[in-house]
């Protein structure tokens, strides 16, 4: 695969997020951005329309109400 050099100028701040994010997820800032910049080129992207999401389904002993903790909505998301 070929690659291009390019320089691109990033606010510090936006940087510093940047750095932040790549450290908590284990990768480098280029792979971030370019992530980005795939993510940008996606046909779905591209024309406007969004991805499907489908919600999960949770039964619940009393419908209309569930209780549930932070660490219990996260696997649920996750899964």
């Known amino acids: 695969m070929l690659t291009m050099r390019t320089t691109l100028d990033i606010p510090d701040e936006t940087y510093r997020q940047l750095k932040i994010k ?7 800032v280029r792979q971030i ?7 940008e080129l996606e046909p779905s992207r591209a024309t406007g329309k969004s991805k499907r999401f489908q919600v999960p389904v949770i039964r619940s002993s009393k419908p209309g109400t569930l209780n549930l903790t932070n660490e219990q ?4 998301l996750a899964s």
């Open 22 to 28: 790549a450290a908590n997820e284990g990768v480098t």
């Open 73 to 76: 909505i996260e696997e649920i």
């Open 33 to 39: 951005v370019l992530r980005g910049i795939q993510n």
